[in-house]
């Protein structure tokens, strides 16, 4: 037999997730069945209408919540097999997050803020130094780094935020509505810098209920009900969209 090319595995592998929430006597199926696979590099949109099931995804691929069914591999682990602690490390090395509301910390400076996930994961003071001003110059913020939250535009904030979300060089950047609370210009600033790390050849979900946001993404997943009912490749202008098969999870599973 010829081996064949080497092959990552996805950075996200879904396959059959369900949810269920249950509270009091009702039942909500927020995630009905979903199977999804994200490759490395890719830079997708999730769009769909408030209940959709958008954010519980999100929850599930951090590492946040669990499935009630279903399978979910991260970055080719098999997220069950984890216990807690094995969890909140694999989130911390693998998972950068960017906020709607920026969480940043509002007594600090920007420097502070982006080198608090590197104090997190024990790398020495001066190295953290360099790498928190390296990644805040990759966002256009070299001359910022001793501002406070309070003292930067929005769109700025936010990229303090992507900085700090990218500075452990995660496998992939998670957006919950990252321009929800910006205007328009700030948030063309966060988009393209998004785009930027993209190019860069992170992997980034991003969700967004804005579709001139989504346009950003290299591709579209569309939510309706807890499934996925549309799942779309950027194209030239002109060009029809194509629909895309979901990819074949069962062929990636983890060994
Ligand atoms: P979206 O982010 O697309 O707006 P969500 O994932 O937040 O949607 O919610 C999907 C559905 O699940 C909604 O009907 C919501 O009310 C329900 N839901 C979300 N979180 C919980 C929870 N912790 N307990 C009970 N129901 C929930
Ligand atoms: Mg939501």
Not at 169 to 190: F, I, K, R, Y
């Amino acid at each position: 037999m010829t081996p064949g090319p080497p092959r990552h595995p996805p950075v996200i592998a879904l396959r059959g997730i369900e949810k269920t929430y249950r509270t009091g006597g009702n039942v909500v199926r927020a995630l009905r069945g979903m199977s999804l696979a994200v490759e490395r590099g890719d830079f997708v949109a999730i769009m769909g209408a408030s209940g959709s099931g958008k954010s519980t995804l999100m929850n599930i691929i951090g590492c946040l919540d669990v499935p009630t069914r279903g399978h979910f591999w991260l970055d080719g682990v098999d997220v069950r097999s984890l216990d807690e602690e094995m969890l909140a490390h694999l989130r911390s090395r693998k998972i950068g997050f960017v906020f709607q509301a920026f969480n940043l910390i509002a007594r600090t400076t920007a420097l502070a803020n982006v080198e608090l996930p590197l104090v997190y994961a024990g790398v020495r003071p001066a190295a953290r130094r360099q790498r928190a001003l390296d990644a805040l110059a990759a966002v256009g913020l070299a001359g910022r780094e001793d501002h406070l939250p309070s003292e930067l535009s929005g769109g700025q904030q936010q990229r303090v935020a992507i900085a700090r979300a990218t500075v452990t060089n995660p496998a992939l950047l998670l957006a919950d509505e990252p321009t929800g609370n910006l205007d328009s210009t700030a948030q063309h600033e966060v988009m393209s810098m998004l785009t930027k790390m993209s190019l860069e050849g992170r992997t980034i979900v991003l969700i967004t209920h804005e579709h001139d946001v989504a346009q950003y993404a290299k591709r579209i997943v569309q939510f309706r009900d807890g499934q996925i009912i549309s799942d779309r490749r950027a194209v030239a202008v002109g060009d029809p969209p194509p629909l895309i098969e979901s990819h074949p999870v069962e062929q990636v599973a983890s060994p």
